[in-house]
């Protein structure tokens, strides 16, 4: 009897392909595009082998693969991950969790079914050691008409390089807010949250805060424990965000507050969790938030608001791979299907294109490939975040300025502009 794999994977394109090099190798092959779906079909017919993507709607692979190995009724399935998210956070997580193997996208067909056969007969060399990571211009305004408000608190990365030189731009890291007639909805714990949380408290307007996290990175949930709100009564704080295949979103925000400055006292809000799935979700009257996995190390989620006919979208950590990528390699492919029409994109445009040639594949965009990205996407305007913390007003400057060159010999019908603290716009 043939040897039974199991490959998982939401690309028909990439999933038939790897089935159909394993069949032609003469192994049986089931193709799943269901990850919840495929955990069932495992369970209940353990597989020799499960090959899993990483970046899947419902279940994500690397959540997937430490369920696998963590039920004793599946734990000696070998398990196989094929992902063009291949940072060495995730390949790390990946062998921590279980997985044998990893194959980075785009693979090599002629190879794929050998290094598939070894992994069965137990003879895959070992995982490779993992090395260590090695000008403004006029700001648009809002619109009488406009249904969402953004405001942004802050937009810096964090490096050896955060409290240098006074900018423009500001220092504080990411956070962005987004009214509606009624609600607000904040993007991100940065310390720019610590700033909207006093003005919350001053203006008095809004009492239930929905406030979504992309990933538990510092410079996104540093300023959490400083967030006025939380430790004022009267507020409800909802919290939404990934679970971690091995830490609960429960467990992270508990510890956060746990660390918070004693002089702050004890928590008074009414807190909420909500672990997010790639799904769409109603959270608010007329407000629909769509969650769905970026390419950045770890559990990293984008978030895509529509409310009275706007779509708004929240991408500060992406790695667009431009001319690179492939059909295999295809997240610049589905994020365009995500972001089409946006109203407003923020997007991670964190290098200049020339340190983005030597920072490759840890998670971050140059300006220039989310600029092209946004503008085939029909994206009505462009808003580059994330600046490196390492680039003074002069570099920021530039990038603006090539931007609208850029903007003006293609003949892109795209509004760009830079991030930059104190930032509002009506959408």
């Given at each position: 009897m043939a040897t039974r794999i199991i490959v998982v994977d939401d690309d028909p394109l990439v999933g038939e392909l790897s089935s159909s090099l394993l069949r032609d190798a003469g192994y049986e092959v089931e193709l799943i595009n269901d990850s919840f779906k495929a955990l069932d079909i495992i369970k209940t017919q353990p597989p020799a082998v499960a090959i899993l993507d990483i970046l899947m709607p419902g279940l994500d692979g690397l959540t997937l693969c430490h369920r696998i190995k963590s039920d004793p009724a599946t734990k000696n399935v070998q398990v196989a991950m094929v992902s063009g998210k291949a940072?060495?956070?995730?390949?790390?997580?990946a062998l921590d969790y279980g997985a044998a193997l990893f194959?980075?996208?785009?693979?090599?067909?002629?190879?794929?079914?050998?290094?598939?056969?070894?992994?069965?007969?137990?003879?895959?060399?070992?995982?490779?050691?993992?090395?260590?990571?090695?000008?403004?211009?006029p700001q648009p305004q809002g619109t009488a008409d406009a249904k969402l408000h953004m405001t942004i608190w802050g937009c810096r990365s964090?490096?050896?390089?955060?409290?240098g030189e006074p900018s423009r731009y500001g220092r504080q890291t990411a956070c962005v807010s987004l009214e509606t007639a009624s609600d607000i909805l904040i993007f991100d714990a940065g310390s720019g949250i610590v700033p909207l949380g006093r003005e919350i408290i001053k203006n008095g307007r809004f009492r239930n805060l929905w406030l979504f996290l992309t990933h538990f990175d510092q410079d996104h949930i540093e300023g959490l424990?400083?967030?006025?709100?939380?430790?004022?009564?009267?507020?409800?704080?909802?919290?939404?965000?990934?679970?971690?295949?091995?830490?609960?979103?429960?467990?992270?925000?508990?510890?956060?507050?746990?660390?918070?400055?004693?002089?702050?006292?004890?928590?008074?809000?009414?807190?909420?969790?909500?672990?997010?799935?790639?799904?769409?979700?109603?959270?608010?009257?007329?407000?629909?938030?769509?969650p769905f996995?970026?390419?950045?190390?770890?559990?990293?989620?984008?978030?895509?608001?529509?409310?009275?006919?706007?779509?708004?979208?929240?991408?500060?950590?992406?790695?667009?791979?431009?001319?690179?990528?492939?059909?295999?390699?295809?997240?610049?492919?589905?994020?365009?299907?995500?972001?089409?029409?946006?109203?407003v994109l923020i997007h991670d445009g964190?290098?200049?294109?020339?340190?983005?040639?030597?920072?490759?594949?840890?998670?971050?965009?140059?300006?220039?490939?989310?600029?092209?990205?946004?503008?085939?996407?029909?994206?009505?305007?462009?808003?580059?975040?994330?600046h490196d913390d390492a680039y003074p007003?002069?570099?920021?400057?530039?990038?603006?300025?090539?931007?609208?060159?850029?903007?003006?010999?293609?003949?892109?019908?795209?509004?760009?502009?830079?991030?930059?603290e104190a930032l509002k716009i009506g959408i």
């Amino acid at each position: 009897m043939a040897t039974r794999i199991i490959v998982v994977d939401d690309d028909p394109l990439v999933g038939e392909l790897s089935s159909s090099l394993l069949r032609d190798a003469g192994y049986e092959v089931e193709l799943i595009n269901d990850s919840f779906k495929a955990l069932d079909i495992i369970k209940t017919q353990p597989p020799a082998v499960a090959i899993l993507d990483i970046l899947m709607p419902g279940l994500d692979g690397l959540t997937l693969c430490h369920r696998i190995k963590s039920d004793p009724a599946t734990k000696n399935v070998q398990v196989a991950m094929v992902s063009g998210k291949a940072f060495h956070a995730d390949r790390k997580r990946a062998l921590d969790y279980g997985a044998a193997l990893f194959i980075e996208k785009p693979y090599n067909v002629d190879t794929f079914a050998k290094q598939v056969g070894e992994l069965i007969a137990g003879q895959a060399p070992p995982p490779p050691a993992l090395t260590a990571e090695a000008r403004l211009g006029p700001q648009p305004q809002g619109t009488a008409d406009a249904k969402l408000h953004m405001t942004i608190w802050g937009c810096r990365s964090l490096s050896p390089f955060k409290g240098g030189e006074p900018s423009r731009y500001g220092r504080q890291t990411a956070c962005v807010s987004l009214e509606t007639a009624s609600d607000i909805l904040i993007f991100d714990a940065g310390s720019g949250i610590v700033p909207l949380g006093r003005e919350i408290i001053k203006n008095g307007r809004f009492r239930n805060l929905w406030l979504f996290l992309t990933h538990f990175d510092q410079d996104h949930i540093e300023g959490l424990a400083n967030f006025a709100p939380a430790y004022a009564t009267g507020y409800k704080l909802n919290i939404s965000g990934a679970n971690d295949p091995d830490q609960a979103l429960q467990d992270r925000i508990q510890r956060i507050f746990e660390a918070a400055p004693p002089e702050l006292g004890a928590l008074q809000t009414e807190l909420q969790l909500f672990e997010m799935r790639e799904e769409t979700y109603e959270v608010l009257p007329g407000v629909q938030v769509s969650p769905f996995f970026a390419n950045h190390p770890g559990t990293t989620l984008g978030f895509i608001i529509e409310h009275g006919g706007r779509r708004f979208v929240y991408c500060p950590d992406s790695e667009i791979y431009g001319e690179q990528g492939t059909a295999m390699q295809d997240y610049d492919e589905r994020l365009g299907r995500l972001v089409q029409d946006a109203d407003v994109l923020i997007h991670d445009g964190r290098y200049l294109d020339s340190d983005y040639q030597t920072r490759k594949n840890n998670g971050h965009s140059s300006w220039a490939n989310a600029l092209h990205l946004a503008a085939r996407s029909g994206v009505k305007h462009l808003i580059l975040f994330h600046h490196d913390d390492a680039y003074p007003d002069a570099v920021l400057d530039r990038i603006a300025a090539d931007a609208q060159e850029i903007v003006a010999q293609k003949g892109y019908k795209l509004k760009v502009s830079m991030a930059r603290e104190a930032l509002k716009i009506g959408i």
